[in-house]
């Protein structure tokens, strides 16, 4: 039996052992600041791994890894850095200490971890032309958990009266609402990026990040990210996430500390970019043009990171690849992809898709010319002149947005006005690599919204239906489907408006009908033209889904006539010409302000052995030995041919 003195003296000792861990913990902590990545996976291609240690002055100490023999260790001219370089091949799952010692004591001590990969990791299935993208902006989505709109980690709150503020959304809202998405028929998801954005202001566009292996704290947390991703799995959504490559914010910890002085390019004073990137692939171009494109800062906010340092750039491919693994994500968005370093980008999306085959990433490469967003694209003929290979395998068509914007406002066609411009820009696909592999759209974050520009529910379902079943990957921007506009001309904000419905405090909701409203708490639901918009979006999206001719098919054009474009997706039976069995879907749409007569021998290539063809979105039928049909003014069909 212990006496007084006894048990005093344990608890004595007992809370000493407490006090002494706790501070051996907090020194620990201060000393070894960051650790990225802080785990890697099993059976990796990419089974180098190169983790970066970051605290004050760790550069005077050495290094012990257990367990992983340490194939390099690189010291920068900033102390705080090490760069410790391990092997992970034919390593098993486990916890690997990595320690920090002064001579022989240990100073500092993190348990780095190897983890399983999922079950076929490496092969995993990405979007394609088989896919409807739906883009959203998440801050402007839906607002879930109000708790977060003030982070004590984050600078800027939440304020929706502030037009160009964060205003809320977060990761629940989008979980809360992937039903909706998948009711409209899309089967991919865009978000804008959702890492750490702690600029003071504007930052709810998360295109200047501070912290790249953290989401934001105002959105969740790194678990609920991937929660996301695994629920829109659930309801056989894919999940594509936005890379930022080229720029890093300001407010970033490596920027605040920088590990080399070449980590970002360098000026005297702030230099901006001149987002001239036609000089990438100029053979005229001089190098101060190139310089001043490739590597000024894209904003005050957004130094230039210096890929051609080769610790960035295996810096931002592990930071790729841990996400891909971490979340499962299915593929990638990568921003002002041509502003990047011409060969460190190409190496970093060579990375990528060695270790991930076929995982699908598009680029932005914001030009308006073919040639010029064809050079982009992996084993193009066209960046095959100066032996340039980016690897990319989607470019997205902005000459295609160009005429979107402009073309349905022309109802008269002329040489070069009207319907004739898609004909000419799709003509020009001979200069791409892979044309089915090419994001088409009405409109992004970044551009005019069509609903603006074209207001009539008319135009938007010419638009939609030209985007939907020509080659490549359409892609929708929230709120389009209900009619939403904006105005570029009043700014980013205008064009990034909250969608109806996902905060509390909303009336009205665009994510129900005015019939379903009542069970989910709101005044009002859908508004006549919202509903108009949001089934015609529905419907033909649906359609889309489950049809292999426009997925697959190939694409025969003709020349426009009276601004009536006619054009066919179709399929050989055993990839036979000419044969019996060909499938084919016939889209006809006539944006003169008239209607017009088509003949049918015009389009007789498509229609032989054809009698009729059904309309799908109105379920009209049309008789190939009428000889002609008339197409409504602002009209448009598509037709299974029977």
Same mark, same amino acid.
């Given at each position: ?21 706790? $501070? ?137 009266? +502030? &037009? ?24 991919? @998801? ?55 490559? +080229? ?16 980590? @970002? ?53 592990? +930071? ?130 069509? +609903? ?47 969608? &109806? ?32 918009? $949001? ?37 050989? &039976? ?13 889209? *006809? ?48 069909? *598509?037709?299974?041919?029977?």
């Amino acid at each position: 039996m212990k006496t007084d003195l006894q048990s005093k003296f344990t608890k004595w000792n007992k809370w000493t052992f407490m006090f002494v861990l706790f $501070f051996a913990n907090a020194a620990n902590a201060q000393l070894l600041k960051h650790v990225e990545p802080a785990n890697w996976w099993v059976n990796m291609e990419h089974h180098e791994v190169q983790i970066l240690l970051h605290g004050t002055n760790i550069a005077n100490f050495q290094v012990e890894v257990a367990g992983l023999p340490m194939t390099g260790i690189v010291k920068t001219e900033n102390p705080n850095y090490l760069f410790v370089t391990v092997e992970t091949e034919g390593k098993v799952a486990g916890t690997y200490p990595i320690k920090l010692m002064d001579k022989k004591k240990e100073v500092a001590h993190f348990d780095f971890k190897l983890e399983e990969r999922m079950n076929n990791s490496a092969q995993r299935e990405s979007y394609t032309s088989a896919d409807v993208v739906y883009l959203l902006m998440p801050d402007r989505f839906a607002n879930a958990n109000e708790g977060l709109d003030a982070h004590p980690e984050t600078k800027e709150v939440t304020n929706r009266s +502030n &037009p160009g503020g964060r205003h809320g959304g977060d990761i629940m809202g989008i979980i809360q609402h992937l039903n909706y998405i998948k009711e409209l028929g899309a089967t991919a @998801i865009w978000t804008t990026p959702m890492l750490e954005d702690n600029e003071e202001t504007y930052s709810y566009h998360g295109y200047a990040q501070s912290d790249l292996y953290k989401i934001d704290p105002r959105y969740g947390t790194n678990s609920w990210y991937k929660e996301m991703v695994l629920e829109a799995h659930r309801q056989g959504l894919k999940v594509i996430k936005d890379e930022v490559p +080229n720029h890093w914010s300001s407010k970033h910890w490596m920027i605040q500390d920088l590990p080399t002085h070449d980590w @970002i390019h360098q000026f005297p004073s702030f230099t901006r970019s001149s987002y001239r990137t036609s000089t990438q692939m100029d053979p005229y171009a001089s190098q101060k043009d190139k310089h001043a494109s490739e590597d000024g800062w894209f904003d005050t906010t957004m130094p230039d990171m210096n890929q051609s340092n080769p610790l960035l750039l295996n810096y931002l491919i592990q +930071n790729t690849i841990w996400w891909i693994e971490y979340a499962q994500l299915d593929g990638l968005r990568v921003d002002t992809y041509s502003y990047n370093d011409k060969e460190a980008i190409s190496k970093w999306t060579k990375a990528i898709t060695d270790e991930y085959p076929r995982l699908n990433i598009m680029g932005e490469v914001w030009l308006h010319n073919q040639a010029q967003i064809s050079y982009w694209q992996k084993d193009s003929p066209i960046g095959a002149i100066d032996y340039y290979n980016s690897y990319l395998p989607t470019v997205m068509d902005f000459t295609l947005q160009d005429a979107i914007m402009v073309a349905f406002n022309e109802p008269k066609q002329d040489w070069d006005k009207g319907m004739v411009r898609f004909y000419d820009n799709f003509s020009n696909d001979f200069q791409y690599k892979d044309p089915s592999n090419i994001l088409v759209f009405m409109e992004n974050h970044d551009t005019k919204r069509f +609903n603006e520009y074209c207001p009539n529910l008319a135009d938007y379902k010419l638009a939609l239906t030209l985007i939907t079943t020509t080659r490549g990957i359409p892609q929708i921007y929230y709120g389009s489907e209900i009619g939403m506009k904006g105005s570029k001309e009043i700014g980013d904000a205008d064009i990034r408006k909250d969608f &109806p419905g996902g905060w509390a405090a909303d009336r009205h909701t665009g994510f129900c009908s005015s019939e379903d409203v009542k069970c989910h708490g709101y005044q009002t639901g859908r508004t006549p033209e919202e509903e108009a918009y $949001f089934q015609f979006t529905k419907t033909l999206l649906n359609w889309r889904k489950n049809n292999t001719i426009i997925h697959e098919g190939k694409l025969m054009q003709f020349v426009p006539e009276n601004n009536v474009y006619v054009y066919a997706r179709y399929k050989e &039976p055993n990839g036979i010409a000419d044969k019996p069995g060909r499938q084919v879907v016939l889209v *006809i749409i006539n944006n003169s302000s008239k209607d017009e007569t088509i003949r049918w021998d015009r389009y007789q290539e498509m229609l032989q052995g054809k009698e009729s063809g059904l309309d799908v979105l109105t379920n009209q039928s049309f008789n190939f030995d009428l000889k002609t049909a008339i197409i409504p003014a602002k009209t448009a069909y *598509i037709l299974e041919l029977k």
